[in-house]
Every structure is written in structure tokens, then in C-alpha cells.
């Protein structure tokens, strides 16, 4: 199956999702049994907010789920408006829902999922407000969706390439514990590794800032490891590998961007603009559900890169190969005999986790080695005004 093959797909999938969203702008035809009975002048203006740890203006993680968001509404025609707050800590949740609830928000999305648990517990107390409960693997309550990626899936690929593009069969990850689902996204790029060599290490170092960053990765070439994978918040990552001229597997959307960065091999991102564009159709006909939905490979929010220049002949052929196994489940990472790092047997042959063992992990996989953990505290984000903003 080829890369050509793969991006005809994803145009037919995106085509069809722009239809399947059409009623973000009112049209009367949308309904599936024509019988609606509204028109355009009678949707009503609906106010999404967004709360955000990082900074929009930063790019990285944050940005992108900005971007994300303005591409959503914009296809809304006026019917949807969006607002955010930024760099909100965990204490400061509730006051930015707040603050959110004051501009007329009805809808409150937390994009970080170190806000999970103190979102479930606060929303009872605001029943009149729909919640998307970024990182959290719950049940739908009356007032909460929870939301969750697989990005492990675009994880488990981009170790496998790292893997084959390495020389010594050390690959670094460098890891931010913002991040969702850190350990099977290590761990589903170790099991990628291990694809091409059994006995590789996969060797992680912990690092949020950017100044812990660049000692993280200094580490890990010191180590002896001749590609990193990256998956922080900050693409600081990313342009610190390509300074000292290390091959690495970007963790963000570099899209538009591949480029600036070419010593990168590859990159794995998610893409949430269709799953916000459902959301907002859901708010425009009062049909909100509050199912828990799981951004995948499979319908499109995960998404992996083609093999970049940087990249070793024939890497392409692997993704093209392995790619749409994962995207079908032919291919189930979380599968088979699994140890962790002392060698003890956590799961038999004939296991498959669950996602709710895959996303409660809080172990490392054999083949997985800690060799630093760079990370200060970062939750004292101090002079926030929550300034609500378009």
C-alpha cells in the first residue's frame, strides 16, 4: 500500500467529514430525514470555551489545539464562537471555568489532561455547562464527555522507525509528564523498536522547560543515542535536536514545517478539527452526547508523516507497511506476552489490554531504561488575569 494511496484516502475521508458537518452552517438539508424544520436565521449563536496550561502564542501542543480550534469554527459560519484562556494551572481550573461562564461559554473544553480529575470533581457544581474532559477515559456523565487519543498508535510506528534509522540501538525519548498517556506512549515506541532490534534500548529522559529539555537531550547523546523521539509541549524539542544535529521523530504537526527541521526522519501528531466540528453540529441541533469518544488512527486523529529526506531508504516502505495494519486493528500494539523492566511476566501470550489498562499503565516495558528525569516543578503559574480571549 502506498503513501500515494494512503493520502487518496485521507482526502475521502476529509471530504466526507465536511459533509457529514455541513449543519454547522445552518443548512435545512442536513437533518438524515429532512425534517428538521430549521433554517439558518433560527440556529442560534453558541459559545465554546477553551482552557489551555500553554501558551497559544508558543506553538507546540497548545498552539496546535488552537489552530485546531479556529479551523473548526471557522467552517461554523458565525454559529459557533470560540474563546480561550491560557497558561491556567490546575489550582486556577475553576476560575478560568469561571471566567468563561462570565463571556457566556455554555461549552467549557480543558485541553490538558493534567486537568481530568480536578475537572470531574468541580462539575457537578456547574450543571449548566457542557464539559470535554480532555485525558480522561470515564463514563459520559449528565455534563461531561470524556475525551481521550490513542497517540501511542502514531508512538509505536515512529519507534519503529527511529529503530531502523539508528546505528548504535539506543534511542533517546524525551518525555513531558503533561503529556497524555506518557508510559504506553514510551512503551508502545519501545515495542516498535523492538520490531527491528530485539535487545534495543529505549532510553527515556523526563523535561518540560525548554532549558530542561536541552540538558534532557544533551543526555541522551551523551548516552550514546543517535535518534530521539520527542513528545513535550514545547517544540523546543524538536529545533534543540536539529541544533545539534541529531536525527529525531517529531512528536507535534510539523506539516507545514518539514522543512526548517532536517535532520527530523518523521513525525506523529494528532488532528481534533473533525472531532470539534461534531461537537459543535451537536450543539447547534441540542443533540450533545455525552459518550466517551476515542481519537484514533482508525477515524483519522492520529496521524503519522511520510519518511522525511533525513530518513534512511526504505523507511517509507516500513510506514506504508505497518501504517494501515494499526489503522484497521490487524495490528494490536497492547498485545501478547509482556515484562517489565525486571523481566517479570505482566501479561501471558494470549493478552490484549484493554484502553483502560493501556491508559492506567504506570510501568515501563522490558527494553525501557529511565536514565533522567530533568522535570521541576511547574504547576506555580503565577499573574494569571484570565483574560478570556478570541
Not at 507497511?321 to 515484562?339: D, N, R
Request: hydrophobic share 35%; glycine share 10%.
Amino acid at each position: 500500500m502506498t503513501s500515494k494511496w494512503l493520502k487518496f484516502i485521507a482526502v475521502i475521508l476529509c471530504g466526507c467529514l465536511a459533509f457529514g458537518f455541513s449543519g454547522c452552517d445552518g443548512d435545512e438539508e442536513d437533518s438524515s430525514d429532512g425534517s428538521s424544520g430549521i433554517t439558518e436565521e433560527e440556529v442560534k449563536v453558541t459559545k465554546v470555551g477553551y482552557i489551555f496550561h500553554g501558551s497559544a502564542e508558543k506553538g507546540g501542543f497548545t498552539g496546535q489545539i488552537n489552530d485546531q480550534r479556529l479551523s473548526a469554527s471557522k467552517y461554523c459560519n458565525g454559529k459557533v464562537e470560540s474563546y480561550y484562556i491560557e497558561n491556567v494551572s490546575v489550582s486556577d481550573f475553576e476560575s478560568a471555568v469561571k471566567a468563561l461562564y462570565s463571556e457566556g461559554c455554555e461549552v467549557i473544553i480543558s485541553c490538558s489532561s493534567i486537568y481530568a480529575n480536578v475537572l470531574s470533581s468541580i462539575a457537578g457544581r456547574y450543571m449548566n455547562i457542557e464539559f470535554i474532559n480532555y485525558g480522561s477515559l470515564g463514563m459520559g456523565t449528565a455534563n461531561v464527555t470524556s475525551y481521550v487519543e490513542t497517540l501511542y498508535q502514531g508512538s509505536y510506528i515512529g519507534g519503529m522507525i527511529a529503530a531502523y534509522n539508528s546505528k548504535t540501538e539506543k534511542i533517546g525519548f524525551i518525555a513531558d509528564g503533561d503529556m497524555l498517556g506518557v508510559y504506553p506512549t514510551v512503551n508502545a515506541a519501545a515495542l516498535g523498536m523492538q520490531r527491528v532490534y530485539k535487545n534495543a534500548e529505549m532510553c527515556v529522559v523526563g523535561a518540560t522547560a525548554d532549558n530542561e529539555i536541552e540538558d534532557a537531550i544533551n543526555a541522551l547523546i551523551d548516552y550514546g543515542c543517535d535518534v530521539i523521539m520527542c513528545y513535550t509541549e514545547s517544540k523546543h524539542s524538536a529545533e534543540y535536536c536539529e541544533k545539534k544535529g541529531v536525527k529525531f521523530v517529531g512528536g507535534l504537526d510539523y506539516s507545514l514545517y518539514e522543512e526548517d527541521y532536517p535532520h527530523m526522519i518523521m513525525y506523529f501528531y494528532s488532528k481534533r478539527d473533525s472531532y470539534f466540528l461534531k461537537k459543535f453540529k451537536e450543539l447547534q441541533y441540542e443533540d450533545w452526547d455525552t459518550a466517551p469518544y476515542i481519537g484514533s488512527m482508525a477515524n483519522g486523529i492520529i496521524n503519522v508523516s511520510e519518511a522525511l529526506s533525513a530518513a534512511k531508504e526504505d523507511s517509507q516502505k516500513l510506514i506504508d507497511y505497518i501504517a494501515p495494519l494499526v489503522t484497521s486493528g490487524q495490528l494490536y500494539i497492547f498485545s501478547g506476552e509482556i515484562k517489565d523492566t525486571g523481566g517479570n511476566v505482566r501479561y501471558m501470550q494470549g493478552d490484549s489490554l484493554s484502553e483502560n489498562e493501556i491508559f492506567g499503565l504506570t510501568w515501563y516495558f522490558q527494553g525501557v531504561k529511565v536514565i533522567g528525569n530533568f522535570r521541576q516543578p511547574h504547576e506555580n503559574l503565577t499573574g494569571n488575569d484570565f483574560k478570556v480571549k478570541s
